[in-house]
């Protein structure tokens, strides 16, 4: 972990001062160009350093995975039929989740660039005299609660959806827990499992409850960084078209 925290510090130095390199050779024109300033800020996760370690990540929970697939052999075909039906549904709703959080990310970039300015405007003494002199002060206000309601606006549209989403992805693993507690207390109660097969079972559950929403979730972070790396072209392409 320390080499590879290393590494991507390295790297992450390396792309800050590409960007600054880009900022010195863009023509003056396009350096305050307010697409071109959106275009970077959604570009800086896009570099494959980001997303490439969850890879072994991946690989170690799809083999654990199969071992306790391998546990659940012995069970019902039925049972395995509606374990992976129900994860199913809730990798589904991961990756529902995972898009809107990914739209919400870069459909804010434009309200957060602006409001950093006003912010700035707002708060450095240095254009204070200008404010004042040139009665500047509606101006800014009024901006800043457009700004502030667009925000706001984006955000709880967001938000909304996010938490339906929550409430359900909740509800499912409820559902899927409850679902396997009662199947294997049944199969005790049948005496077609022993206590020792019982334990096993129940902590088993756990395991590839986790192991699922690991597998899913980085499968997602790296669906979202090749996402973030064509919009890094994107960039890249535009800064060479205007410098």
Same mark, same amino acid.
């Given at each position: 972990? *320390?080499y590879i925290?290393?590494? =991507?510090?390295m790297?992450?130095?390396d792309?800050?001062?590409q960007? &600054?390199d880009?900022?010195l050779?863009?023509?003056?024109?396009?350096?305050?160009d307010?697409?071109?300033l959106n275009l970077?800020r959604?570009?800086?996760?896009?570099h494959?350093? $980001?997303? &490439?370690?969850?890879?072994g990540d991946?690989?170690q929970?799809?083999?654990q995975?199969f071992?306790?697939?391998?546990i $659940?052999?012995f069970?019902?075909p039925?049972f395995?039929?509606?374990i992976i039906?129900i994860?199913?549904i809730i990798v589904?709703?991961?990756?529902?989740k995972r898009?809107?959080t *990914?739209?919400?990310?870069?459909d804010?970039v434009?309200?957060?660039?602006?409001?950093d300015?006003i912010y700035?405007i707002m708060t450095?003494?240095?254009?204070?005299?200008?404010?004042r002199?040139n009665k500047g002060e509606?101006l800014?206000?009024?901006k800043?609660?457009?700004?502030?309601n667009?925000? +706001?606006?984006?955000?709880?549209n967001?938000?909304?959806? @996010?938490?339906?989403?929550? +409430?359900?992805y909740? =509800? &499912?693993?409820? *559902?899927?827990?409850?679902?396997?507690?009662s199947?294997f207390?049944?199969?005790?109660?049948?005496q077609?499992?022993? =206590?020792?097969k019982?334990t096993?079972l129940? @902590?088993s559950?756990f395991? *590839?409850?986790?192991?699922i929403?690991?597998? @899913?979730n980085n499968?997602?972070k790296i669906?979202?960084?090749?996402?973030?790396?064509?919009?890094?072209n994107?960039?890249?392409?535009?800064?060479?078209k205007?410098?």
């Amino acid at each position: 972990n *320390f080499y590879i925290n290393y590494l =991507i510090r390295m790297i992450s130095n390396d792309i800050q001062y590409q960007y &600054v390199d880009n900022a010195l050779n863009i023509n003056y024109h396009y350096v305050q160009d307010g697409q071109i300033l959106n275009l970077k800020r959604k570009s800086m996760n896009g570099h494959s350093v $980001f997303y &490439v370690e969850k890879l072994g990540d991946l690989v170690q929970q799809i083999f654990q995975i199969f071992g306790i697939i391998f546990i $659940f052999a012995f069970m019902t075909p039925l049972f395995i039929v509606i374990i992976i039906t129900i994860q199913i549904i809730i990798v589904y709703l991961n990756n529902l989740k995972r898009n809107l959080t *990914f739209k919400f990310n870069n459909d804010i970039v434009d309200s957060n660039r602006k409001l950093d300015y006003i912010y700035n405007i707002m708060t450095d003494y240095r254009y204070g005299k200008d404010i004042r002199v040139n009665k500047g002060e509606k101006l800014i206000v009024d901006k800043a609660i457009k700004n502030c309601n667009d925000y +706001y606006s984006i955000t709880n549209n967001y938000y909304k959806k @996010s938490y339906f989403i929550e +409430y359900i992805y909740e =509800i &499912v693993k409820i *559902f899927m827990q409850l679902f396997m507690y009662s199947f294997f207390t049944y199969q005790f109660y049948l005496q077609n499992i022993n =206590i020792s097969k019982y334990t096993v079972l129940i @902590s088993s559950t756990f395991l *590839f409850n986790t192991c699922i929403d690991y597998l @899913s979730n980085n499968y997602l972070k790296i669906l979202d960084g090749l996402k973030y790396e064509t919009l890094l072209n994107e960039y890249n392409d535009e800064i060479k078209k205007k410098s």
